[in-house]
């Protein structure tokens, strides 16, 4: 036979087993969909709330990351001095004056100063610095001095070709619009010869 618990019952019962505090990202989400007009509690959007922070905190995961263990080492003492270039890495990142994604491709080149590093810990890398709220321009920056200052090569250059949301959902509603930009240090900033190299490589297309 069922019981059904007085108020005093259950209030001690919450004591000895409290509730699992509420997730802070899953109820700011829950309240904003209350303000833009939605119901949370409709059928179709009830886990929208939790859906919505495990891909927020995937998206800006890189915040959790250090440089250092992501390249883990992976240098290698080498007589090359030719340009390196790894090109159309796929880039994701959030914008942080609108929070709307923007993507598209990063392309990556230097010049081994008697080291080089694990092709697979650029791409690596880059995804460090995109999955944080970011701006085009410093995300760039930030890949271009991380390897600078890591590999210590003669040059780096970082081109990343983009298309954001925030242009093609709404302001300017520019749907072909794609922003480049770019990042040269060394003898990539010094040497025209080089810089003009990786341009090509990265123009053309297999």
């Avoid at 030719?82 to 880039?91: A, L």
């Amino acid at each position: 036979m069922s019981k059904v618990m007085r108020a005093d019952e259950l209030s001690k019962l919450e004591e000895i087993e409290p509730s699992v505090p509420a997730d802070p990202i899953t109820e700011a989400v829950r309240n904003l969909l209350r303000e833009v007009g939605e119901d949370p509690e409709r059928e179709g959007i009830l886990k929208t709330p939790a859906r919505v922070a495990r891909s927020l905190r995937f998206l800006t995961s890189g915040y959790q990351q250090d440089v250092d263990k992501v390249l883990n080492g992976a240098l290698y003492s080498v007589a090359y001095d030719e340009m390196v270039i790894v090109k159309d890495i796929e880039v994701f990142s959030l914008c942080e004056h609108h929070l709307l994604p923007f993507f598209g491709r990063c392309h990556v080149a230097y010049v081994p100063n008697g080291k080089v590093i694990g092709l697979s810990k650029i791409p690596r890398l880059v995804d460090v610095f995109a999955r944080r709220l970011q701006v085009q321009e410093r995300l760039t920056v930030q890949i271009a001095e991380t390897i600078m200052q890591k590999i210590k090569p003669q040059g780096v250059g970082v081109i990343i070709e983009a298309r954001h949301l925030c242009m093609i959902m709404r302001g300017v509603e520019k749907q072909n619009s794609i922003a480049v930009t770019s990042h040269m240090l060394g003898e990539f900033r010094e040497c025209e010869m080089t810089r003009s190299e990786f341009l090509r490589l990265v123009k053309e297309r297999s």
